[in-house]
C-alpha cells in the first residue's frame, strides 16, 4: 500500500497504518500494525493454509483513526479457489470450418479421458453464439514482430451489436464419448458475414464439468478482395502500383 500526504503528490511517512485480511465468513486471519516508510509504503504478507474456506478474502489497510474515512482507507479483494487437474478434454470440431449462407453445418463435440478412454454416458450442455465478422487484411510490417499484424491501423467498421445466442440445448455423449449437434443456418439474406462460436459444458459420472469451444464462419461470398498500394496518397503523374490479393475468410489464397 501506498501512503499519500496532503501535499500534491506527497509521501506520508510515519504514519500508523493498520493492516487486516477477512475470510468469506467474515473472520480476521491476518491484522498487523505498522509504520509507513519514508517513501510512505507499508507491507505485510499472511499465508492462506491449505483447509483454508474457499471464496472471497477482503484485503484492507486504514489510518489508524480513520478507518471509516474512504480517502484514508483501501482495499482489495482476493479470490481463493481450489484446483483440481483435469481428468479430460472437451474438443468441438465443425463438419468445416467455412460455409457460405444457407449451408448445413454440424459439429462433433468429443469427450476424452487424458489416459485415451471416451467419456461416454457424460451430460452435454451446449450453446451456441455468433458475432459479425470482419475480414481483414494487413500488409506486413517491419513491427509486427512486436506488436502484431496491422498495429496502429484504425479499420471503419459498421457498429455491430456483440456476441448474439441462436441455439441451446442438452445431450448425452455415447459410448465413443461423442455428441453431434447441427448449427443454424445463416440466412441467406442476412447483411453482414458471421462467426459461429459452439460452446460445450461437459459433465461426467464423477460430476466433473469441462468446457471446450470451436468456431466456423459463413460468409455471404466465397472470398474476399483486398487492394493494397505502397503509400495513401499521391499527385498527378504518380506511377500507382497495386497489389491486388482474393483470399478466403480463412487467409488462404484463390
Do not use: C
Not at 26 to 44: C, D, H, N, Q, Y
Not at 67 to 96: D, L
Not at 107 to 116: D, E, V
Amino acid at each position: 500500500s501506498n501512503i499519500t500526504g496532503t501535499q500534491k503528490n506527497g509521501n506520508a511517512p510515519g504514519v500508523n497504518v493498520r493492516m487486516e485480511v477477512t475470510t468469506p465468513k467474515g473472520e480476521r486471519i491476518f491484522e498487523k500494525r505498522v509504520t509507513a516508510t519514508v517513501f510512505g509504503t507499508v507491507w505485510g504478507e499472511t499465508e492462506i493454509g491449505e483447509d483454508a474456506a474457499l471464496g472471497v478474502y477482503n484485503v484492507r489497510a486504514y489510518v489508524e483513526g480513520n478507518e471509516y474515512r474512504s480517502y484514508q482507507s483501501s482495499g482489495s479483494q482476493v479470490r481463493v479457489e481450489e484446483y483440481k487437474k483435469p481428468e479430460f478434454e472437451v474438443t468441438v470440431e465443425p463438419s468445416k470450418k467455412l460455409a457460405g449462407a444457407g449451408e448445413t453445418v454440424s459439429a462433433l463435440i468429443k469427450a476424452t479421458y487424458y489416459w485415451g478412454s471416451p467419456v461416454g454416458e457424460a451430460k452435454v450442455r451446449y450453446h451456441v453464439y455468433r458475432s459479425t465478422y470482419w475480414h481483414v487484411y494487413t500488409p506486413p510490417g517491419k513491427w509486427d514482430w512486436l506488436y502484431g499484424p496491422g498495429y496502429g491501423i484504425v479499420y471503419d467498421q459498421p457498429y455491430a451489436a456483440g456476441e448474439e445466442l441462436v441455439s441451446d440445448g442438452e445431450g448425452v455423449t455415447d459410448d465413443l464419448g461423442n455428441m453431434e449437434i447441427t448449427l443454424p443456418a445463416m440466412e441467406k439474406d442476412a447483411e453482414y458475414d458471421f462467426e459461429y462460436k459452439v460452446v460445450a459444458d461437459v459433465t461426467d459420472l464423477s460430476r466433473r464439468t469441462i468446457s471446450g469451444s470451436g468456431t466456423v464462419k459463413f460468409t455471404r461470398d466465397p472470398f474476399f478482395v483486398h487492394v493494397v498500394t505502397a503509400r495513401a496518397f499521391f499527385t498527378e503523374g504518380d506511377k500507382v502500383e497495386a497489389e491486388i490479393l482474393a483470399m478466403t475468410a480463412d487467409d488462404e489464397p484463390v
